[in-house]
């Protein structure tokens, strides 16, 4: 549950009190939205209440479906108020000229209600994870499904993102050059170790991907360079560590920390489209407006 930026003004570390009051809430939160709802309740207007919850119509989840997390992460001990550890304001930095430049160009070519279903967004598309779940880096999406498997050789290792089954494969060895104009998901990923620690630099990242970060965190840029750090602190525990550098975006670098945790059980195919009319009915819908 702990958001990706610090609020303003706050510490890094938590007290006891602070982690207290927090998860109280959010268990508030989760045990009102699981109550039972009343069954002599009135029908929701027609097209929806405008809400994201079971009456907003179209695309609305009720919170069943929903896991964004219950308890604020904990890393080397500390409960922490964001995963940004620097800048040590635990935010996001300034855009450069050009970096806020590519974000109004972004936001200009927003689809628009009557546009083509190609332009829908690729997490809706089950094409990526939402967010920045799979990586680089990789980041809770706070809906469901952040969970990953790592499948480790001596010349490769596979992580798959639970969630649409997303998978990164990263290279040991010395990173060999790619051809033009070949911009894979999730970059190109090369690894080594530093003592016991796997790291992990990646670059050259899909540009449909870089779009989908403009909601996140910015526009990124072709130069955008991600260093992840992955240390086994414990049987139960690696520490995952991430950097980003792109100067064509943001004024300074930034990074954070997150806690990753041992699942004691198997992951299951993540079948996105089963059951999933959305797109089918919406294209249903504008066919009959057409008539």
Known sequence: MTPLQRPEGEALVLTAEEVAVREGRRQEFIDDRNAPSDPDREAPPVGGDGSTGAAGGVGGYNYFWIDAGDRVA?????????LL??????????????????????????????????????????????????????????????????VQTPE???????????????????????????????????????????????????????????????????????????????????????????PDTFVESWGGEVPFTRLDGQLYEYACHEGNYALSNVLSGARAQER
């Open 85 to 150: 550890t620097y800048p040590e304001d635990g935010r996001i930095p300034d855009l450069t000229p050009e970096g806020r430049r590519r974000r109004l160009e972004a936001y200009g070519r927003l689809a628009g209600e009557f546009d083509n279903p190609e332009n829908r967004p690729v997490g809706e598309r089950c094409i990526l994870s939402f967010g920045s779940n799979a990586g680089p880096p990789m980041l809770p999406n706070y809906f469901y499904n952040n969970n990953y498997t790592i």
């Open 156 to 246: 490769h290792i596979m992580i798959l993102t639970e969630m649409v089954h997303d998978v990164r494969i990263i290279r040991m060895g010395e990173p060999m050059p790619t051809a033009d104009g070949v911009r894979p998901w999730f970059g190109e990923s090369w690894g080594r170790w530093a003592g016991d620690t796997l790291v992990v630099r990646t670059t050259n990242l899909n540009p449909d991907q870089m779009a989908a970060y403009v909601y996140l965190f910015g526009p990124g840029s072709e130069n955008m360079t991600v260093t992840e750090r992955f240390t086994r602190a414990d049987e139960h525990t690696i520490h995952y560590e991430f950097t980003v550098e792109d």
């Open 74 to 82: 904990v890393f080397n001990g500390e409960p922490r108020s964001s």
